[in-house]
C-alpha cells in the first residue's frame, strides 16, 4: 500500500493563534490538502501553544534569546533545528512578533508565509487596523505574501478587502479583517500545498487546479 506524504506546516505565533487555528481546522477537514506538525511560539503563554495542544499537534515554547524584535542565533538555530526535524515544507507566521534574519530565511528560502492586517503596500508595521482608521480610508483588508528580509514587504500571494465603517473602533475593524483572515490564510495555504503557486519576480500567479 502507498500513501502519498501530506504537505507539512509548521506555524510560528506569538498571541493568540486565531489563524492557526483557522488553518488547522480547514487541514483537518481537508479543505486545506496539509497537515500542521508542528507550532512554535517566543512567548511561553501564547494562546496558540494551548490551541495547539488542545487540537493534538506538538507545540512547544522556544526561548527568542536575548533581543526584543528579532532572534539570536542561537535562538535562530533552535528555531530552524525544530522545523526541519518535524520536515516542514511550509513555515507560517501568524503573529509572530519578531522579524526573522538572513540565517532563518535562508534556511527555508521561498517557503515562509505571513499574513498582515492591511492591504499592503499600505500600512506595514505594527497595528495596521489603527493605521487605517487614522488615514481614513474606507477600505482596507488583509494580505498573505512571502517573507523576504523587509517589514511585510514580500511578493504578495493573496488579499481580501474589508470596508471601514464610519462608526468602528479600533477593535470592531481589526476583529472584521481577522474574519476575513480566517478565510483567506487557508486559501493560500491550500493553494501552496496544491502547487497552484508560481513566482514571478514580484508577481505571484495562481493556476487553475
Ligand atoms: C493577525 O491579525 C495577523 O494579521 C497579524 O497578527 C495577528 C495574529 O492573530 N500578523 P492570531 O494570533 O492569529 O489571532
Redesign the pocket.
Known amino acids: 500500500m502507498t500513501s502519498e506524504r501530506r504537505f507539512r506546516i509548521g506555524v510560528l505565533?506569538?498571541?493568540?493563534?486565531?489563524?492557526?487555528?483557522?488553518i488547522a481546522d480547514a487541514c483537518r477537514a481537508g479543505v486545506v490538502p496539509a497537515e500542521v506538525v508542528l507550532v512554535l511560539s517566543d512567548v511561553a503563554e501564547?494562546?496558540?501553544l494551548e490551541g495547539a495542544t488542545a487540537r493534538g499537534i506538538p507545540a512547544r515554547f522556544l526561548s527568542p534569546g536575548k533581543f526584543r524584535t528579532k532572534l539570536d542565533e542561537e535562538a535562530e538555530r533552535a528555531y530552524i533545528a525544530a522545523l526541519r526535524g518535524a520536515g516542514v515544507d511550509l513555515v507560517v507566521?501568524?503573529?509572530?512578533?519578531r522579524v526573522l534574519k538572513e540565517g532563518f530565511l535562508g534556511a527555508f528560502a521561498g517557503r515562509i508565509i505571513?499574513?498582515?492586517?492591511s492591504l499592503l503596500p499600505a500600512f506595514p508595521g505594527l497595528d495596521?487596523w489603527k493605521q487605517a482608521l487614522a488615514h481614513g480610508v474606507k477600505v482596507t483588508g488583509?494580505t498573505v505574501h512571502f517573507v523576504d528580509a523587509g517589514v511585510d514587504s514580500g511578493p504578495i500571494i493573496g488579499q481580501q478587502t474589508v470596508p471601514v465603517l464610519d462608526a468602528d473602533t479600533p477593535e470592531t475593524l481589526?476583529q472584521r479583517?481577522?474574519t476575513a483572515?480566517h478565510a483567506l490564510y487557508p486559501q493560500c495555504v491550500a493553494a501552496l500545498a496544491r502547487g497552484q503557486i508560481t513566482v514571478q519576480g514580484r508577481r505571484v500567479l495562481w493556476r487553475n487546479p
Do not use: D, T, V
Open positions: 505565533g506569538s498571541g493568540k493563534g486565531s489563524n492557526f487555528a483557522a501564547a494562546g496558540i507566521l501568524a503573529g509572530f512578533m505571513n499574513i498582515h492586517p495596521a488583509c481589526h479583517i481577522q483572515e
